[in-house]
């Protein structure tokens, strides 16, 4: 892991800065607006205010998307809002007509997109009986993103996304980093879990990727991307959005609480939730251990591989409470 000193983020800010200030001049509407980040993880995302208007630029990391992959993104947005009564952050036209604005600085492209402000908090890990109950919304909310995508998938099948399958989350190219590289890791550790590795591995082979199974899913649906206001769940940050197995959705949301000790009732009440939108075979519902662990481990690498907030939170510990699940699992699955 590349540890960043003090001077190097601040450079860093600043640039993301610079460009954010750039970014809002190409919308008319937001002169003089003022400008406050929020967030600086993967992207830096900044609120934009003017006056009782509110708003979203982010500014996406360089070298990570293409411009027509984040194009790609805010298409399926537009249309998931379009086709579905799934409540999103909108892209907002500059005054160009385009969604995604270029800014160069020092050789470098940055890309930016605006978004509408959604209200709403993200959901609370420690309430488990809230918690519980929003899991059958995220359920619905998932089977309607995926029923679409079955039912468009010679639409969306050759859309310019990303690929989140074994070789680019636990495999040789992993976009997240090696899991073996994450903190806390020891030859004893990395040994044991290369043993669950190798088994997710084969299930997913068996598993295969049919159109029923595999296609274009949101792919990051965290608790921090999706936002409660009363009885209602809006879903934001689709920078990850791609192909995937639909299940990892289910993964995905379970994202840094897979250990605790509610994951259970959290998993019977999505499948309440999705089964009421999309029925699901025993040989599915029987695959969610291992999308569990495989986003687990993902979450691993990612950790291992950035030095944020949020990767330092977690640090070692995270690897550490792993071992107890990558126990469980290798019991039940490795023959």
């Known amino acids: 892991m590349e540890q960043m000193n003090n001077s190097t983020l601040d450079r860093n800010l600043q640039i993301f ?4 200030k750039k970014s809002t001049k190409r919308y008319h509407f937001l002169n003089n607006a ?6 600086y993880s993967e992207n830096a995302t900044y609120l934009i205010q003017k006056e009782h208007e509110k708003y979203i630029l982010r500014v996406n990391r360089p070298n990570y998307h293409r411009k027509e992959e984040i194009e790609a993104e805010i298409n399926w947005l537009l249309t998931l809002h379009d086709e579905s009564e799934i409540e999103v952050s909108l892209p907002i036209k ?3 007509a385009t969604f995604v604005n270029a800014v160069e600085i020092d050789g470098t492209t940055y890309y930016s997109s605006l978004f ?5 908090k993200a959901p ?3 309430k488990e009986e809230d918690l519980v109950k929003q899991f059958e919304m995220i359920g619905k909310i998932s089977a309607t993103f995926h029923k679409y ?7 969306y099948k050759n859309y310019k996304r990303m690929t989140w399958d074994y070789e680019t989350i636990l495999g040789e190219n992993p976009k997240w980093g090696r899991w073996q590289d994450g903190r806390g890791m020891t030859p004893e550790r990395i040994a044991l879990y290369n043993r669950a590795s190798n088994t997710i591995k084969r299930k997913l082979e068996q598993f295969g990727k049919d159109k029923t199974r595999f296609g274009l899913i949101h792919s990051d649906l965290r608790l921090a991307n999706l936002l409660i206001d009363g009885k209602k769940i809006r879903v934001i940050d689709f920078d990850d959005c791609g192909f995937s197995w639909y299940l990892h959705d289910l993964g995905s949301s379970l994202s840094f609480i897979e250990h605790k000790p509610y994951v259970n009732n959290l998993v019977q009440s999505w499948l309440t939730g999705y089964t009421s939108i999309r029925s699901l075979t025993q040989e599915e519902i029987e695959m969610i251990p291992t999308f569990i662990l495989m986003r687990r481990l993902q979450l ?15 640090g070692e510990d995270y690897t550490i409470q792993s071992d107890s699940l990558v126990l469980d699992y290798l019991a039940k699955f490795e023959n």
């Open 124 to 126: 609370d890990e420690n």
């Open 94 to 96: 500059a005054d160009d």
């Open 116 to 120: 509408t402000f959604v209200n709403g």
């Open 17 to 20: 800065h610079d460009v954010a």
């Open 300 to 314: 691993i690498s990612w950790i291992g591989s950035r030095d944020n907030d949020t990767s330092r939170y977690y």
């Open 149 to 155: 995508m079955i039912d468009n998938h010679e639409k």
């Open 34 to 39: 003022q400008i406050k980040m929020l967030d």
